[in-house]
């Protein structure tokens, strides 16, 4: 815990006052004075929310059909595969896209072979290239989170549910998901910090044209040398993902006592 705390006090210290300048505390308000990083701070968080909200959509059937295998070998089998791509380097995750996405990549060969366009298209360097390393990077953790709740489900339940005549969606809405809202919000929190503070996939899918709040910091402390703000933009990010965490625990408190 010291070795967590000790260095996020420092951060923080270090972005409102430092002996050299003073009071630098006015440095937040700078930041959400200009334009480029407001428009940064905003796409930021509708990627983490947008990439966080699709994982949850996919990830929540996956992971029930992972729990219904009764087969353990097969069930053994689907999980070493949810956990093999973690297994793999991002970076080579990521630039595995390049020979999908890029200008003679998979798509655009396909596209041209097809006749449905006449020049390459650029998917490389936007904001969907972004959000399609970010979803296949970070599935895996809110399917695995996802997985072990629902493992730990009374089996029970359901079944006690459905003897009392509770239809499908009752039995999603007032048993599965009260009940696995734990797994919910650790996954939503894996997700949406990865994609906060994810910086090889902004910067290789996303480059210079889908600037994030990590490709920025990387920009003020590296290029610009103003590690000022370099220092607010990491409180700004750590801030946000305690705040959605926050947030998404307080509304599965909601559930949970409906």
């Not at 041209?112 to 650029?122: A, G, M, Y």
Request: proline residues 4%; charged residues 10%; aromatic residues 10%.
């Amino acid at each position: 815990m010291i070795f967590f705390l000790l260095p996020l006090l420092a951060m923080f210290a270090e972005s409102v006052y430092q002996p050299t300048k003073g009071w630098v505390v006015h440095r937040y308000l700078e930041f959400f004075r200009q334009r480029l990083s407001r428009t940064v701070y905003v796409r930021s968080l509708l990627m983490g929310f947008s990439v966080t909200f699709v994982a949850l959509l996919i990830g929540y059937p996956a992971a029930m059909a992972v729990v219904s295998v009764k087969n353990d070998s097969l069930r053994s089998l689907l999980m070493t595969l949810l956990v093999f791509p973690l297994m793999t380097n991002p970076v080579a995750r990521t630039f595995s896209w390049h020979a999908v996405l890029g200008r003679e990549g998979l798509i655009n060969n396909l596209l041209l072979t097809l006749k449905f366009t006449d020049s390459p298209v650029r998917l490389l360097y936007t904001r969907g290239a972004v959000f399609i390393g970010l979803l296949q990077l970070f599935l895996p953790l809110m399917v695995i989170s996802l997985t072990s709740a629902l493992e730990n489900l009374p089996k029970d339940v359901p079944l006690a549910a459905r003897s009392l005549g509770a239809s499908a969606f009752n039995l999603f809405t007032r048993i599965y998901l009260p009940l696995t809202s734990e797994g919910i919000v650790t996954g939503c929190t894996l997700v949406f910090t990865g994609c906060i503070t994810a910086y090889v996939t902004p910067a290789v899918l996303g480059g210079s044209r889908v600037l994030m709040l990590s490709t920025l910091l990387y920009q003020k402390a590296s290029i610009t040398l103003d590690w000022t703000m370099a220092t607010v933009i990491a409180v700004i990010m750590f801030l946000s993902t305690v705040a959605v965490n926050t947030l998404s625990r307080a509304i599965s408190t909601i559930g949970v006592k409906k």
